[in-house]
């Protein structure tokens, strides 16, 4: 089943076309022709022109938003790296699907819908209305083992894959991801650490509020981690299945799909990004079809960015994950389409457009 899993993923993969430069600068044409400085608005210009390239042309359509929050239990939390226990997970999953979590909140504002996977919870899910792509009730403990089979990874990755697709198929324009899981950062931090080949404490944080002494000792978790199992950079669906969780793998699928299907997706925070960087090698032009919505406040989130050639616009400190930061795009997305859609040109208004100084 493996190597089935294994065929199966090359073969999607191989056939992912870079996005469209062609349509990016003729999306970008058309910003400047709008009656308006320059590249006034900045970023949010250039993640219009991405949003053509992935859509490969400048009439670009984004209507239709969904987040999707990969959800999954993580055994590293045995080692006292977190403040609360595994149990939370299938609590904040159900409040996903009840449509009370902070992302629920903050997508209604946004006008995009929420889509709540079960990808690994431990706990048992009782609410109608979370997908269930259960590969596993937790992963095991990096400390002590891999957390999860080679097989198990591309079956979570596969799963990521075929949400995007369906997703794509109801007609939505933009997706987002998000996540879920008690001990996910570190695993993200774990995987971040191999990927970025820097050292366990320049990119590990407190997630969600360690005091120093917890910090110390999840530092020390990760450390252990790697040295137990030798993760190469790579390979990574080995570092994927050593160090991380069912949500980063349902995650690494998403970005894939996003990909394969040509639909752009908005990354939050560190697990996004640690999913981002094992999506990336896995096949290349990924980066493409990838916005960055925020720099978050967990120290690999700016490095991982850098790696991903990719820029946020948001500056705000976050470190609530749930895709809740991705959600925050959206409307300035939606500001600057209105713009870009709506404004008129220099020529309508029968006035001198603005002429290019470069440095």
Sequence with gaps: MEEYYRQQLSCLTGKVRPASREAALECSRQWDNIAKPLKGLGQLETMICRIAAVQRTAKVQIGRKAVAVFCGDNGVTAEGVTQTDSSVTAVVTENFARGIASVNRMASVAGADVVPVDMGVAGEIRVPGVRNCKIAPGTGNIRREPAMTQEQALAAIHEGIRLAGELQDMGYDLLAAGEMGIGNTTTASAIASVMLEES?????????????????????????????????????????????????????????GGAIYQIPVVLDGLICLAAALLAQKLCPPVTGYLLASHMGKEPACEKALGRLGLKPVIYGDLALGEGTGAVMLFPLLDMAYEVYKENKTFSDIHIEAYEKFED
């Design 200 to 256: 366990v404490e320049a990119v590990t944080g407190r997630g969600a509020g360690l005091p120093r002494e917890g910090l110390e000792r999840k530092i020390t978790v990760i450390r252990d981690a790697i040295a137990l199992h030798h993760p190469d950079p790579e390979d990574p669906l080995q570092v994927l299945a050593c160090l991380g969780g069912f949500d980063i793998a349902g995650i690494t699928g998403f970005l894939l």
